[in-house]
């Protein structure tokens, strides 16, 4: 794909985030319809829905040939990533959506040929949005992030989960090491503040390739890195562990939780 045409999607992308933001703003002014999927901690609203659906209209409208893979359905279609694919996550953190009306992110990632080419975080309710083009560096609300530098675990701020720990208590050793522990409820907002340098890792042992493909695009770019939970490659197909860190964390992090 040239760069014409990814300067033209991302404008889209960026456009239609912020357009879509802008409607989550003023349907929180209503009364929101608020159903469980697979458990009852599982929450979906009428607004995910819609935000996902304005999405499939924008793309089928301006790039017919694209596809979507969004976490409310469109999902099911999608069993490659061979062409351009925008993996969407309309509303991620829903839980913080409806709970606190805050910390809550729109989740874009295009993908083309399975590689990722543009990340968008949309933090809605602080109008701070991530953006970044592959080789053209990561932003946040148009001011470039700094490359990640090294530092030690003792400094770092970590993420994840109370629930994690007790799938694993090897994480109680990051706890005890670890400067501060924090926990938003949100895959794609803290991957973005991994990448901004505000968490210097973050782990969930559950996650959809819409939670994390948008915070993935602009992770790559400040050179941070991104695995499962065990340091193998992200597929963007299934869901799986994550694991995202400051590249020097990553590496020291993988060795103490194998205890070597
Ligand atoms: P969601 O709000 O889009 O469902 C919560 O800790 C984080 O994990 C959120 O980013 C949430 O995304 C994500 N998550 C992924 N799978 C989940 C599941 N089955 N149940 C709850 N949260 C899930
Ligand atoms: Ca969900
Ligand atoms: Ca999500
Ligand atoms: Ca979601």
Known sequence: MNDDTLQQIYDHAVQWTREAGKY??????????????????????????????????????????????????????IKDLTGTVWILDPIDGTVNFVHQERYFAISLGVFTEGHGVIGIVYDVMNDELFTAQEGKGAFVNGQELA????????????SFNAGWILKDRKLEMLVEEARGIRSYGAAALEIAYVAAGRLDAYISFHLAPWDIAGGYVILQEVGGVATDYSGKELTFLHKGTFFAANPYLHKKILQLLRGS
């Not at 490359?147 to 030690?152: A, D, F, W």
């Open 24 to 77: 989550i703003r003023e349907k929180m002014k209503e009364s929101i319809s608020v159903s469980t999927k697979a458990n009852q901690d599982d929450l979906v609203t009428d607004v995910d829905r819609a935000v996902e659906r304005f999405f499939q209209e924008k793309i089928a409208a301006s790039f017919p040939h694209h596809r979507l893979m969004g976490e409310e359905g469109s999902y099911e279609a």
């Open 147 to 158: 490359k990640l530098s090294e530092m030690n675990l003792n400094e770092s701020i970590l």
